[in-house]
């Protein structure tokens, strides 16, 4: 129990020390996030063609901000099919123009446990949590004990409720704590179709740690909420 509550002190600290920092303009903080895909949008885009239609972009369509960089597009329509393409076209697309940096181990980890959480891999996730019951986890909120609690507990009564889900990434964060990292994202979830589609917007953070050299999760903040839901 101390543990867990230091963990969730800690990550309360973060916050406020970020809000703080924020408020002085003047004031650097070397722990302060670093966004992955920040929500300030550049004023100009670096693509000179549409991702959608091939064709020439239009300054007046609004921009989407992916990686840090802003995507053009030539008409209204294209942006929310640009946000319905998976993260792996959103890279290679990208790449076309700018060089992306390679992710962090924890960055990278983050978006392993995502893939994983969306194709309902529990497997592959136990092996990025610490081990025998050192990881833990806050579910909206709530404790929801350790890492195998919460995957017995929540995660696969979840999976046979919601089943695969397509997963878009909205902003990611990455925070220096110490010896830890936090990795922030916010991510939309959509299952399902016709009367069965749901979807969630949800918010993770994750506390990574180094693990005689492999990047593992210590603690796992996750909460979510419904968007909509498509009735008979």
């Known amino acids: 129990m101390l543990v867990r509550t230091s ?11 970020l809000l703080a920092g924020a408020a002085q303009p003047g004031h650097q903080d070397h ?11 550049p004023t100009r885009a670096v693509n000179d063609r549409c991702p ?38 959103k890279d290679a697309f990208l790449s076309k123009y700018v060089k992306v940096a390679p992710a962090s181990p924890a ?22 949590f610490l081990s025998d019951g050192k990881a833990t986890v806050l579910h909206n909120g709530g404790d929801a004990g350790t890492w195998e609690q919460y995957r017995d507990e929540h995660f696969k009564p979840e999976l046979k ?12 964060t990455e925070t220096p704590f110490g010896a830890a990292t936090l ?6 979830l959509t299952s399902g179709d016709g009367a069965k589609r749901r979807e969630l917007s949800a918010a993770v953070t994750l506390v990574v740690v180094n693990d005689a050299g492999t990047p ?15 009735k008979k």
Not at 32 to 41: D, L, R, S, V
Not at 62 to 86: E, L, N, Q, S, Y
């Open 7 to 17: 963990i969730v002190l800690a990550m309360l600290f973060v916050v406020g020390a």
């Open 31 to 41: 722990h302060a996030p670093k966004a992955t895909q920040p929500g300030a949008q």
């Open 52 to 89: 959608i239609r091939g064709e020439e972009i239009d300054s007046e369509t609004p921009m989407r901000v992916w990686r840090g960089h802003a995507i053009g597009f030539c008409c209204p329509g294209c942006d929310t099919k640009w946000d319905a393409k998976p993260d792996a076209e």
């Open 107 to 128: 960055v990278e980890l983050a978006r392993r446990f995502q893939a994983a959480r969306a194709a309902g891999d529990s497997t592959a996730l136990d092996g990025m």
């Open 161 to 172: 409720t919601l089943g695969v889900a397509a997963w878009r990434t909205v902003t990611e």
């Open 183 to 188: 990795v922030g994202q916010t991510v939309t």
């Open 216 to 230: 593992k999760i210590a603690h796992l903040h996750w909460s979510s909420r419904e968007l909509k839901t498509e």
